[in-house]
């Protein structure tokens, strides 16, 4: 029953020829096919009309041509003439790379408003305020931001006081209408109290970066903007105080939420600890980290001295602080083990291990290995009369270290004989 329904269902779909329609129902049929109540209007029709020629007139060899079948639409041919579109209009209007263009196109909100025709609109706006091609490369996203929206949020960071270049500006367009306009009426508010203009031109003059650069921080977080004036020039000024770097300072603005006098208190126990280094994050995290990195960084003082990284590894090796450096820059990564580790490791490597410097000195990675598994692994490969040449396979993920050693038991352990002759007479004794 089903199967003849769906026959008789399938037949009213066949396109009929236009030479076997009534003369006056020609306009009727047309508009039957492509009418928008039609379920089905989404078929590809060139498919169905090749199909009813091959029904009518059927190739030699076929006893039946299957003119009923329909290959559905597929949306990858619109998504395909959108893109071709969007490839066009960016072509015509920057000279890209294939890399930039392939950036822009990779953009998940591009993506996702691929068949929207305002994409091209918005580009054109912005390119008419002077929206420049880095920005289109870096924010993709600003062209999927609507022609009538856009033109209100750029009216509203023009009206900022000591606004000069929209392009300085581009990363607050993401923000929602009320909230930008909320924003730049507070900044304008305390511009009489603030110098450069708005907090933005001032953070950027005393952290001596661009003002694109500050705005591409500020517009993830935004309470620095909105914060107490004070508090936020005096958290500022503590920093700078301390040496921290203008771009640690944008990459965790967090430290700004805390109170002046413990942001101070913080970031002058660093410094009574001699780090080489005052970083955002010691203002906010919990008491016994910050204290386990300054014991570290007072064990590390203890052992160096007035030495250099490189000065001491040289000196325990035996080669001069150029050949050391030298060393060391084979694994960059060594320069940044403390060197407490450093130390363990090579007691352990030239004293237990009976290594020689040379040997320690052709892999360098193995100061960074886990003391730990270096243990381990020496033990076991001991266990199996192995003594490794070079420390490479202690160096080695697990899976060819693990390779390594099953080889060796294989084909080179010498206490594979005398296992087996135990193993035959412990078999002896029990028959």
């Known amino acids: 029953m089903w199967r003849n329904f769906i026959n008789a269902f399938e037949k009213t779909l066949v396109f009929v020829p236009k030479r076997s329609w009534p003369a006056s129902a020609g306009w009727k049929a047309h508009r ?10 989404f078929f590809n029709a060139s498919c169905i009309v090749q199909n009813e020629v091959e029904r009518i007139a059927p190739v030699a060899g076929t006893a039946e041509a299957d003119g009923e079948y329909i290959v559905p639409y597929k949306t990858e041919f619109e998504k395909s003439h959108s893109l071709q579109v969007l490839t066009d209009a960016l072509h015509a209007r920057f000279r890209l790379s294939e890399e ?22 918005s580009m054109d706006h912005l390119i008419s305020e002077g929206v420049e091609k880095h920005n289109f490369i870096e924010y993709p996203w600003i062209m999927t931001l609507y022609k009538g929206s856009l033109i209100e949020k750029i009216e509203i960071l023009k009206s900022l006081r000591g606004f000069q270049n929209i392009n300085d500006y581009i990363p607050f367009l993401r923000i929602k209408y009320p909230r930008l306009r909320k924003l730049v009426g507070c900044l304008n508010k305390e511009a009489d109290f603030i110098e450069y203009g708005n907090r933005v031109h001032f953070i950027s003059n005393k952290l001596q970066v661009p003002i694109s650069t500050v705005t591409k ?11 107490p004036l004070d508090m936020f020039r005096s958290n500022l000024e503590t920093m700078l105080k301390y040496n921290v770097e203008s771009k640690n300072i944008l990459k965790d603005l967090w430290a700004f939420r ?3 006098r413990s942001v101070e208190a913080r970031l002058k126990r660093a410094m009574s600890a001699k780090k080489d280094k005052i970083m955002p994050w010691m203002v906010r995290c919990p008491e016994y980290i910050l204290q386990k990195s300054l014991q570290i960084t007072l064990d590390d003082q203890k052992i160096l001295g007035d030495r250099t990284i490189a000065e001491y590894i040289g000196e325990r090796l035996g ?11 084979r694994h960059p990564q060594v320069n940044n ?11 352990y490597l030239l004293d237990e291990a009976k290594f020689s410097r040379y040997e320690v000195a052709q892999v360098p990675r193995i100061l960074c290995h886990s003391l ?45 004989n005398v296992n087996a002759a135990v193993d035959y007479a412990q078999a002896k004794e029990e028959r």
């Open 319 to 329: 080669f001069p602080p150029e050949e050391a450096q030298a060393i060391m820059n």
């Open 372 to 416: 730990e598994t270096t243990k381990q692994r020496m033990q076991e490969l001991k266990e199996h009369g192995c003594r490794p040449s070079t420390l490479v396979i202690i160096c080695r993920s697990k899976r060819e270290y693990n390779k390594f050693l099953n080889s060796w038991i294989e084909n080179y352990n010498p206490n594979k």
């Open 32 to 41: 039957q096919l492509t009418h928008q109540s039609n379920p089905f209007r």
């Open 100 to 121: 930039d263009l392939v950036a822009i196109l990779n953009d998940a909100l591009v993506i996702k408003n691929m068949r929207k025709k305002s994409l091209i609109l």
């Open 337 to 347: 083990v403390r060197v407490t580790k450093i130390k363990e490791v090579l007691d």
């Open 258 to 260: 805390y109170a002046p």
């Open 217 to 227: 921080y500020m517009a993830k977080r935004l309470f620095v903007l909105e914060m």
